[in-house]
């Protein structure tokens, strides 16, 4: 297995660009999680999916995020307009589903900076 | 809500050394709790887990017993190797509800 995949794995860009970070979880894994790790605020879980379907989005910043789920096998992290605080390390992480003690497997993370 | 203290680092060790990472929480069920390590340049990969009161998690020398009695799931290994630094972070889970994860420990391992 390949694993939880995440692209790209470095983004760079400037102040009020649209960014796209993407994740694809493993195969047959129903819960999906996008988080954001920076050295002041730690890790923050943003908003998880289970079966494609939002269930938690407490955890995103404001309205210039925005997270989809169209299919089992495809998610994305939408940041529009981005801001230099927005600069951090996005993991996408997913588990097999919301039974029994559901391990997270994690991508290696998008380090988006922001300039 | 639910919360988990980690001690803070970072820690220093010499090859060899014994460590304990603290970690203590407060869960308004009965939780599961995990110890995950980050080394750099990757994501969070589980280390260990346990899912009841007594039970001890192990992985690579790891150890750790959850405590209900003392609300701790201290980690713990007898003799640390210089590929032993990384982040570790503790977490818990309610039922099927997400993971609350610690602040993580940085831990550096000097030859």
């Known amino acids: 297995d390949a694993g939880v995949i995440q692209s790209p794995r470095h983004e760079v860009t400037e102040m009020g660009q649209e960014v796209t970070l993407r994740c694809k979880p493993i195969?047959?894994?129903?819960?999906l999680f996008w988080y954001r790790q920076t050295m002041m605020r730690g890790l923050e879980l943003l908003i998880y999916f289970n079966n494609n379907v939002p269930i938690d989005d407490s955890g995103m910043p404001e309205d210039r995020f925005s997270a989809k789920m169209p299919n089992a096998s495809f998610s994305t992290l939408k940041i529009q307009p981005s801001e230099p605080r927005d600069s951090a390390v996005y993991f996408c992480?997913?588990?097999?589903?919301?039974?029994?003690?559901?391990?997270?497997?994690f991508g290696a993370g998008t380090r988006l900076s922001v300039l | 809500g639910d919360s988990v203290t980690q001690m803070e680092g970072p820690v220093t060790l010499s090859e060899e050394a014994f460590l304990t990472i603290n970690c203590t929480y407060t869960a308004t069920g009965y939780p599961s709790l995990f110890w995950y390590v980050q080394y750099p340049g990757e994501g969070l990969q589980l280390l260990l887990k346990a899912t009841k009161a007594d039970d001890k998690g192990s992985n690579k020398g790891f150890e750790a017993t959850y405590r209900k009695e003392t609300t701790s799931f201290h980690l713990e290994k007898g003799s640390v190797q210089v590929s032993d630094s990384a982040v570790y972070f503790c977490a818990l889970r309610v039922g099927n509800e997400k993971l609350t994860f610690g602040t993580g420990t940085r831990l550096t391992i000097i030859p």
């Open positions: 195969s047959g894994h129903n819960s």
């Open positions: 992480a997913s588990s097999p589903g919301r039974g029994g003690v559901n391990i997270q497997y």
